[in-house]
């Protein structure tokens, strides 16, 4: 499965929304729609329930929003080291003294 739809369905199991996922995520609500059926196909059932005051998720679509949640997790964590290597603040930092300081 593309970890870019579990990521998605995280984000909508997390908004309770697909409209405001589609926002939070840039992209149409048809598109987000057209993932969450991906989803489903590949499931072989329903991922969210469908409600008046937005989706919740069925128990396979908790577990694979969980996943989705692991992975953006993860994902986060492998630009924070991005980062912090690019700006020198990974790894370590000697600092050296003179004879007459040490003592």
């Known amino acids: 499965m593309d970890p870019k739809f579990l990521t998605q369905l995280a ?3 997390e908004l309770g929304s ?3 996922a589609a926002k939070k ?4 609500q048809p598109t987000l729609s057209r993932s969450v059926k991906v989803i489903e196909d590949r499931v072989g059932g329903a991922v969210l329930r469908r409600g008046r005051y937005g989706v919740t ?3 396979i679509g908790r577990r694979l929003a969980e996943e989705g949640r692991s992975i953006l997790r993860n994902t986060e964590q492998a630009q924070t080291a991005i980062q912090e290597w690019k ?6 930092l000697r600092v050296g003294v003179g004879p007459m300081l040490a003592d």
């Open 11 to 13: 984000i909508i199991v």
């Open 18 to 20: 697909v409209t405001k």
């Open 25 to 28: 995520l840039n992209v149409t």
């Open 57 to 59: 998720p069925t128990e």
């Open 87 to 92: 700006h020198g603040m990974a790894g370590e």
